[in-house]
Nanobody, 123 residues
């Protein structure tokens, strides 16, 4: 079992920034951030592979940056220019995906999930 713990959520006004972190008990091939707004389905936000290849949801491209530091088994999500539409619970996910493709938002690529951290962006 891999345990994940998110931190860094909070409330910020539109246009502001937040930096989320997720520390894992073990760093895996694919690590990612997902989010879920009230009444909405969970959606992928950003992923990072063991080679540091990244993939973003179109609506956050250019505003969010995902990175990983394997020495401390942590991934980060730097969120700039936040919008009210970014509000939701952000979940850290990790998986031992061994396929040839990089890490995307496929459920099959992720085996472990954190408890989530709330991000609220007000207008």
């Amino acid at each position: 079992q891999v345990q994940l713990m998110e931190a860094g959520g909070g409330s910020v006004q539109a246009g502001g920034s937040l930096n989320l972190s997720c520390t894992a008990s073990r760093s895996l091939r694919c690590m990612a951030w997902f989010r879920q707004a009230p009444g909405k389905e969970r959606e992928g936000v950003a992923t990072v592979s063991s080679t540091s290849a990244t993939y973003y949801k179109d609506s956050v491209e250019g505003r969010f940056t995902i990175s990983r530091d394997n020495s401390v088994k942590t991934i980060y999500l730097q969120m700039n220019s936040l919008k009210p539409e970014d509000t939701g619970i952000y979940y850290c996910a990790a998986g031992f995906w061994r396929g040839r493709d990089d890490c995307f938002f496929d459920d099959d690529q992720y085996n472990f999930w954190g408890q989530g951290t709330q991000v609220t962006v007000s207008s």
